[in-house]
């Protein structure tokens, strides 16, 4: 009962519901703690160097890129790069814009980040956002 009360207010839970992961998203899930204690936000191919370094079996980009988009879904992530569904059912790749070759690790820090931009008094916001992140912030490839 929890379940089906949980999916009726919850679309993104319900689409997930009894699905079977893959053997990539099981490693990026695996991974994704010691990330976030690194990084705030992290390119796609290094995440994809970190799971494959060689001697496992050859993970494709899109694979990664397929395991972000669920991760997102669950909220554990922010990632908007990969395809999108139109209106008419087809797939089209996102390429248009760079943020989506990172995945956003802190969904808390980018909301931080997105409202220093939308704020009056930027200034004073960007300051605070200085004063609280520590160590790296960006890992690119």
């Given amino acids: ?25 099981l490693r990026i899930q695996k991974y994704l703690p010691e990330l976030k204690r690194k ?7 290094h995440i994809l160097s970190e799971i494959d370094p060689g001697e496992h079996d050859e993970i494709g980009k899109r694979e990664v890129v397929a395991a972000l988009q669920y991760l997102s879904g669950l909220g554990e992530l922010c990632f908007f790069g990969g395809s999108i569904l139109s209106s008419d059912g087809s797939r089209s ?7 989506g070759e990172f995945a956003i690790l ?6 931080t980040v997105i409202s220093c931009v939308v704020q009056k008094n ?11 992140t ?8």
């Fill in 122 to 132: 930027i200034e004073r916001e960007v300051a605070e956002a200085r004063q609280s």
């Fill in 93 to 99: 790749e996102l390429r248009e814009s760079l943020i």
């Fill in 134 to 141: 520590t160590g790296n912030v960006l890992h690119w490839g």
């Fill in 1 to 25: 009962a929890l379940i089906v009360g949980s999916t009726k207010i919850c679309s993104s839970f319900s689409e997930n519901v009894g699905t079977k992961l893959s053997d990539t998203t």
């Fill in 39 to 45: 990084y705030k936000i992290v390119h796609v191919d």
């Fill in 106 to 111: 802190c969904p808390n820090w980018f909301s």
